[in-house]
């Protein structure tokens, strides 16, 4: 009877050594050891979190706009002649009335003295033509005097009549003429460059203007916005002003706060938009003519809305999402619909509740599921509300 023989190790089981076989095992135990969870041993990625909140928010419509003056006169001579004293200088304000420019008076000052000379020689003939014809017609009934004398003294006092007429409206345009002499500001305002000065000769409606005025105070801001809001702007004009701010272009404070003052009559087909015009009192002259602002119209207020920082909202390639931090401190991939942005909050319609936490910083680290370390939320930026409408 044979002894059975111990079974017989595999070539390559005989030549590899034991010290390789120890690293080996303590790795498959490591492995079998961390299957206990999906996010088991995942560091958590640390973001910036914020939360959702419900507010009044105001709507507005914003753009650029062109400040414009309230009112503005190019100066012009209606009279020939040279300019004989200037009562302005560049950048003067002037009130309506004050006196800008006096053109040499002495020529329209003799054509209203033979005008008014006219006018007293033919008055004396008349009145001796009226003496005539009454004393004709005593003789006319008498007989001593011919019809036809006496027609033709009618005639002469009708025709002294008439040209005395035409010398009182002569003299009446050579006073005219002559008041044309002194130009006086039409408008309050301020003047800009005076464009020419004391001793030049001009013509009379010269095509050179002697000076603009522009009117400050009060002052426009024109702007335009879509056409699809045109409707609801009609609707807020019919219960009352809407508020209107200019803010600088450079750095966006507040220049100044106005009301809508009106809206042009039709849409420019070209671009879709219609030009609205806002009215501001100016009283600091912070708004200047051709100067750039940027225009916000208050167009009304919604109550109740969801709003979140700008920057939690992420466009993917089906659409816009938020992540939001769940109980257990994952991230949740959520889409939403985003509306209007207003002073770096934006509206969101849908998708997300009131009082929720979402990711403001650090969602390029984040996957559907990750666990995340969060910041404390900070302060929702100001400007939903009690913002004005």
Not at 78 to 83: A, E, K, S, V
Request: charged share 25%.
């Amino acid at each position: 009877m044979t002894t059975p023989t111990p079974l017989a190790r595999s070539p390559r089981a005989a030549r590899l050594p034991f010290r390789f076989l120890l690293p080996v095992l303590s790795l498959l135990l490591l492995l079998s050891g961390c299957g206990g969870g999906e996010n088991k041993g995942k560091k958590a990625v640390p973001v910036s979190v914020a939360t959702a909140e419900k507010r009044t928010m105001p709507v507005v419509l914003k753009a650029v706009g062109t400040v414009e003056a309230y009112a503005s006169v190019a100066i012009k001579a209606r009279l020939g002649g040279q300019i004989l004293e200037q009562f302005v200088h560049d950048g003067q304000d002037v009130r309506q009335g004050d006196a800008l420019f006096r053109i040499d008076p002495r020529p329209y000052e003799a054509a209203v003295r033979e005008a008014r000379a006219k006018l007293d020689r033919d008055q004396v003939l008349l009145k001796k033509a009226n003496d005539d014809l009454r004393r004709y017609s005593g003789l006319i009934e008498k007989s001593v005097i011919s019809r036809e004398q006496y027609d033709q003294t009618e005639a002469n006092a009708k025709s002294l009549a008439a040209t005395l007429r035409v010398d009182q409206a002569e003299l009446e345009s050579r006073e005219l003429d002559l008041s044309y002499t002194l130009i006086s500001s039409p408008i309050d305002g301020r003047v800009g460059h005076i464009l020419v000065t004391q001793g030049n000769v001009i013509k009379a409606n010269d095509d050179r203007d002697l000076a603009v005025i522009n009117q400050l105070k009060p002052i426009y801001v024109t702007f335009s916005v879509p056409e699809q809001h045109v409707t609801a702007i009609l609707r807020r004009m019919g219960e009352g002003s809407l508020p209107v701010e200019a803010a600088s272009s450079s750095d966006g404070s507040l220049l100044e706060s106005g009301v809508l003052a009106s809206l042009d009559n039709t849409v420019d087909k070209t671009t879709g938009t219609i030009k609205l015009k806002a009215s501001f009192a100016n009283e600091k002259l912070l708004l200047w003519p051709g100067q750039f602002v940027r225009a916000t119209l208050g167009l009304t207020a919604r109550e109740g809305v969801v709003v979140v920082p700008s920057r939690a909202v992420q466009a993917g390639n089906k659409g816009q999402y938020v992540y939001v931090v769940t109980a257990q401190n994952t991230a949740e991939l959520r889409p939403v619909t985003a509306g209007t942005i207003e002073d770096g909050l934006t509206i969101i319609e849908s998708g997300l509740e009131g009082g929720e936490t979402v990711v403001t910083e650090g969602q390029i680290r984040l996957v559907p599921g990750a666990p995340v370390q969060a910041a404390k939320p900070g302060p929702a930026p100001a400007g939903g509300e009690g913002a004005k409408p």
